[in-house]
């Protein structure tokens, strides 16, 4: 079965950075566009950020450009979250998804 472990969530002062990996496993990953969403305390989840199967394109929501990057391994079945110049309203659950699925997400919380 499909199955998406994130990993690398965490606390982070403003200004800080995290990594975010997603493990993949039980579909063929590499045919696969990969995505990271997040959901906020009290709000609706928000598409993040966008792969596609070869990692040729990348697509990132307005809020995030220049700060978040989106890669993928596909030799290692992964996909990642580089945030940099993490902001309090970046705090949020952090998901993976794709092959219509969902990950159970990662915590970051980003608090001075």
């Known amino acids: 079965q499909v199955q998406l472990v994130e990993s690398g969530g965490g606390l982070v002062q403003p200004g800080g950075s995290l990594r975010l990996s997603c493990a993949a496993s039980?579909?063929?990953?590499?045919?696969?566009?990969m995505r990271w969403y997040r959901q906020a305390p009290g709000k609706e989840r928000e598409l993040v950020a966008t792969i596609t199967s070869a990692g040729g394109s990348t697509n990132y929501r307005d809020s995030v450009k220049g700060r978040f990057t989106i890669s993928r391994d596909n030799a290692k079945n992964t996909v990642y979250l580089q945030m940099n110049s993490l902001k309090l309203e970046d705090t949020a659950v952090y998901y993976c998804?794709?092959?219509?699925?969902w990950g159970k997400g990662t915590l970051v919380t980003v608090s001075s």
């Open positions: 039980g579909f063929t990953f590499r045919r696969n566009t």
């Open positions: 998804q794709g092959m219509d699925s």
